[in-house]
């Protein structure tokens, strides 16, 4: 539900909650819950859902702002809201958090991982938690989405992790989805990136406060998951934002030139970035959430959903090469496939910070 702030949106969080569910691997898990929030209203015969899947570091708030003191809105509210791409005046959109959503100790989050509580044993999973893949994101998704009478879906749209999931909609449940808007994501899978995910999770597991998982009630990996996210934050940001410092000292009169301890003005700006986030990230979540990605892999050549792959030409994460061959993959098919191309300093993040620049093709695609 929302309400009108001007030209914005006030948004309310409401949770959705699985007695019972099964994994992809079989696995069983009891009291499932997941954050969920809407803008616009849903029509009577309830065909008029866009269903919008987050990012990895991301949760479900795309748009709008949960109080007017909010300093920003949703990550996505350049195209979401009325008159927008996304025109919350004619479909009525939800995004949820998915299953081990990293921002656990965010109180706007609700998610069901390693840090939840399991009922059989009245202590936190930790690994003991099963492994869950997209898949399993998805099928939750689709049980929110069933339970609020919606039998089929306008269109799937996301960024990164969010196009893995528009990908997996199309080929697990694709009588529910009419087009999927992937941005900045290719399916398939890739060995590389395989690899550069386990980098992602390598200073969780070499922070010494980890022990193999098992941290709940005592001192957390917060400085492995600070690296984590430093990592993340490189690998996707690129080097657009940081051309503003040169080689600038941290401290004035502490050249680095003069002492190791002596740091540059960029790497004290992305440490203390990541420090303010890294209590609000659980480690072991971080690790279920790379792992999930790495098993991604839903096949284009089945996809048979008329798809708008939006890419960032510079993008380090999943380069223009992997688009190609995705829209190449399902155009094979003789499935109608769009792509477009977003500019910008930012590389794969291009797809969050500069979104806007898809928005005519976003709206016509979905007026389709």
Known sequence: MTASLGNGMIVEKKVFELQHFTTSRGATLKSVRVGWESYGELNADGSNAVLVTHFFSATSHAA??????????GYWDAIIGP?????????????????VNINVNDPKVTTTGPASIDPDTGKPYGMSFPVVSIRDFVTVQKALVESLGISRLKAVVGPSMGALQAYEWATAYPDMVERIVPVIGAAGGDPFLIAWLDIWAQPIRLDPNWRGG????????????????KTIMLHASQAGWAGGFGKEPALPGSDPADALANRFKIEEFIDKACALRAPVVDANTLLYMVRANQLAGADPARIRTP?????SPSDLVFPQPWIERTA????ANGTPVETFAIGGPNGHLNGVLHIAQAAPQIAAFLAE
Request: charged share 25%; proline share 8%.
């Open 328 to 331: 190449a993959a399902i155009a």
């Open 307 to 311: 798809t708008l792959i939006v890419y």
């Open 83 to 99: 008159g927008k791409a996304i025109d919350t005046d004619r479909y009525f959109v939800l995004s949820s958090d998915t299953l």
């Open 214 to 229: 098992d941290y709940y009630g005592g001192e957390p990996p917060t400085e492995g998951a600070r690296l984590a996210l």
């Open 64 to 73: 709008g702002r949960y109080s007017p003191a909010d300093e920003a809105p």
